[in-house]
């Protein structure tokens, strides 16, 4: 399934610290912003961590830093994949390789633009805490509420206020991504709901 990774044996810490020193050394040499440096290195411990010793180094770290800076919060953001593997030299199919890769392993959200290009999210960042919480509280909400009133708003209309609140009230994702943002909302509602009636129904 992984492109020469290795998962059957445990990478030792040691090992993982010696690939975030090769990032680190990379980044600088291609002359990427510290902060961006920073995030990224932490993204191929994961990785490593997680799946294995890659096989096309610099192409993982060219993925973890490619994620890195397509952010939501960078929208626009117009510079393509193919752009980002020229200007940091590595082939653009072992780029898209990897972030692939990282993305189903990691669990990222991949949100996209009217144009198309990917944005992505990290599961354990801001901007999904952020919508896990809203969820949360939304649904309990609502739950609660339709137990003691009976009848209960729609999973669609709670959605789409849910959306609305995240896009323009607290205004963690860029409107351009409401459309996007729904269907994962309105994915999180049903799961959450579905858990907390079947608490309700186990006392």
């Known amino acids: 399934m992984f492109h020469g990774e290795n998962i059957e044996n445990v990478?030792?810490?040691?090992?993982?610290?010696?690939?975030?020193r090769d990032a680190h050394g990379f980044y600088e040499e291609n002359r990427i912003d510290e902060r961006y440096q920073a995030v990224a290195m932490d993204l191929v411990r994961r990785y490593?961590?997680?799946v294995g010793v890659p096989?096309?180094?610099?192409s993982l770290f060219s993925a973890s830093l490619y994620i890195v800076s397509r952010h939501p919060w960078s929208h626009p953001n117009p510079l393509t994949k193919t752009e980002f593997a020229a200007r940091l030299r590595v082939k653009e199919?072992?780029?898209d390789w990897y972030t692939n890769s990282i993305v189903e392993s990691l669990g990222f959200i991949v949100l996209r633009d009217r144009a198309q290009l990917p944005f992505f999210v990290d599961p354990d960042g801001t901007i999904a805490s952020v919508v896990d919480s809203i969820v949360r509280s939304s649904v309990r909400e609502e739950?609660?509420?339709s137990v003691v009133r009976g009848g209960a708003v729609s999973p669609t209309t709670l959605a789409e206020r849910i959306v609305d609140r995240l896009c323009n009230v607290v205004k963690i994702i860029p409107p351009v991504f409401e459309q996007e943002l729904f269907g994962i909302v309105k994915r999180k509602i049903d799961t959450e709901s579905q858990q907390l009636i079947q608490e309700l129904g186990s006392h």
């Open 11 to 20: 990478v030792s810490p040691q090992i993982v610290v010696d690939y975030m």
């Open 48 to 50: 490593i961590s997680r």
């Open 55 to 58: 096989k096309e180094s610099e």
């Open 93 to 95: 199919s072992s780029l």
């Open 143 to 145: 739950v609660v509420l």
